[in-house]
């Protein structure tokens, strides 16, 4: 499994996360059982949000933890908050209330990383600094990130901040490229040509943040996956050729596309198949050569100038 360094202690862990959105509705024997194949599988970090299930899917989680004394440490382990009922909240009050309701429903004493869950526009960078000041100082939270933010908000933040920010959750697949788009259209009077997120993919390389790619196997908002959709084709005839090549999955094709972007990047993949999740997982063992990376970006719909 191929492994990312995130955040100033650069710590590693694996380049394929677990995104444990889905796992609310599920039995702590069947999610103890899809975390012990992602271990087995190299996968060892593991993505949550407060709102998942509406905190169901940490609980769950938590009672893995719990019932399995020694396998804390051996995870890099995510949450993120901001999101509320019909409104954003980056408050200091409310980040500190989230994280000590995350660290409860998970039954741990600290996160590896904290992320903010999309841009909150009354955002007081002063007060997130004190939050995380306080975070960090505790020891509830190591590292600090974001989630859907532009380069300019993230300047703003990072300048009341005492820290670097670690990570950039951001929509990114095959089939949703704008971060890509824009850089091959420059200065082009074109639809693919408009800037719509400032650079966002070049800033965090430049600043030595990790890119954790959320729906990364989906096209549009949560319209569904592509993967043997017919409106790819030809998307999918070429990861599955490449696929047959390689002794995978298109799936796993899909996810080490992600990963063969230069930099730190990571692809959160939320199955709660343990099947499904050995097959995701060679993902982190296939680097693409050039003309294959470029033969599956054109064969997504889009075109170089």
Known sequence: ?????????????????????RIGDMSATEVEALVETAMEEGITAFDHADIYGGGKSEEIFGQVLA??????????????????????????????????????????????????????????????????DHLKTSGKVAEFGVSNMNPMQMELLEKYLGMPLAANQLQFSAAHTPMLDAGFHVNMASEPGIMRDGSVLEYCRLKGMTVQAWSSLQYGYFEGTFLGNEAFGELNRCLERIAAGRGVTSAAVAIAWILRYPGSMQAVVGTTKPERLRQLA??????????????????AGNCLP
Request: overall charge negative.
């Open 67 to 132: 019932a399995k004394p020694g396998l804390r440490e051996r995870i890099f382990l995510q949450s993120k908050c901001g999101i509320r009922d019909g409104f954003f909240d980056f408050s200091r009050e409310y980040i500190l209330e989230s994280v000590d309701g995350i660290l409860r429903r998970l039954w741990t004493d600290h996160l590896d990383m904290l992320l903010l869950h999309r841009p909150d526009a009354l955002m007081e960078p002063e007060e997130v600094a004190e939050a995380f």
């Open 1 to 21: 499994m191929k492994e990312t360094a995130i955040g100033t202690g650069k710590r590693k862990t694996s380049a394929v996360v677990l995104g444990c959105m």
């Open 282 to 299: 060679k993902a982190g063992d296939v680097r693409l050569g050039r003309e294959e990376w470029y033969e599956i970006y054109q064969a």
